[in-house]
Nanobody, 123 residues
């Protein structure tokens, strides 16, 4: 199994910045794409940003330019740098990873989620 643990959330004033981290651990053979999603109260979970194993990125159109996703493959860690935060960015932010585990010589890829970290943007 693979575990994802997020950190870095909290309360920040409008215009401020936060950096989220997510570390993957467990019986990992490989990590493919990683990403960040968010879910605000009463809304569906939405993609924030994603990054492939070779560093290709994609962003929600409305967030590109303020948020930056990156990863450190050696540390099995993905980051989300969030700048110029707005009240509407308030949500629980979830880390997602598509990772492979090896069983009896075969690698199986599964989708994993972290437990989420709260980001609140308020004055």
């Amino acid at each position: 199994q693979v575990q994802l643990v997020e950190s870095g959330g909290g309360l920040v004033q409008p215009g401020g910045s936060l950096r989220l981290s997510c570390v993957a651990s467990g019986s990992i053979f490989r990590i493919n794409a990683m990403g960040w999603y968010r879910q605000a109260p009463g809304k569906q979970r939405e993609l924030v940003a994603g990054i492939t194993s070779d560093g290709s990125t994609n962003y929600a159109v409305s967030l590109k330019g303020r948020f930056t996703i990156s990863r450190d493959n050696a540390k099995n860690t993905v980051y989300l740098q969030m700048n110029s935060l707005k009240p509407e960015d308030t949500a629980v932010y979830y880390c997602n990873a598509n990772a492979g585990i090896q069983r009896f010589g075969t690698v199986y890829d599964y989708n994993y989620w972290g437990q989420g970290t709260q980001v609140t943007v308020s004055s």
